[in-house]
């Protein structure tokens, strides 16, 4: 079993940047892949990153290429998500994810989720 906490979200200008932390409680990040997924009301979740278990894998979707990164640090127990040119349409709820598998873009086949946290980018 592992506890997942997002934080970092909040009120951004367009253009603006944020950096969202999932700390994982528990049981280490290293056993899992982590996925960062974001919602808004009345839309399917929807894939935004995830990051292997061994750190050295990253995919990020083709909406956020360029502009959103995906990071671990293990020793912190900590999964990242760099938002950088944050635009309206990046307004959501964003949730981190894990599962013991490979990285994944399907929501359903994650096991554990955070409670999310809210970023909202006005124009």
């Known amino acids: 079993q592992v506890q997942l906490v997002e934080s970092g979200g909040g009120v951004v200008q367009a253009g603006g940047s944020l950096r969202l932390s999932c700390a994982a409680s528990?049981?280490?990040?290293?056993?899992?892949?982590v996925g960062w997924f974001r919602q808004t009301p009345g839309k399917e979740r929807e894939f935004v990153g995830t990051?292997?278990?061994?750190?050295?894998?990253?995919y990020v979707a083709v909406s956020v290429q360029g502009r959103f990164t995906i990071s671990s640090d293990n020793a912190k127990n900590t999964v990242y998500l760099q938002m950088n040119s944050l635009k309206p349409e990046d307004t959501a709820v964003y949730y981190c994810?894990?599962?013991?598998?490979?990285?994944?873009?399907?929501?359903?086949?994650?096991?554990?989720w955070g409670q999310g946290t809210q970023v909202t980018v006005s124009s």
């Open positions: 528990g049981r280490t990040f290293s056993r899992y892949a």
């Open positions: 994810a894990a599962f013991e598998g490979d990285p994944s873009w399907d929501p359903t086949g994650y096991d554990y």
């Open positions: 990051v292997s278990k061994s750190g050295s894998l990253t």
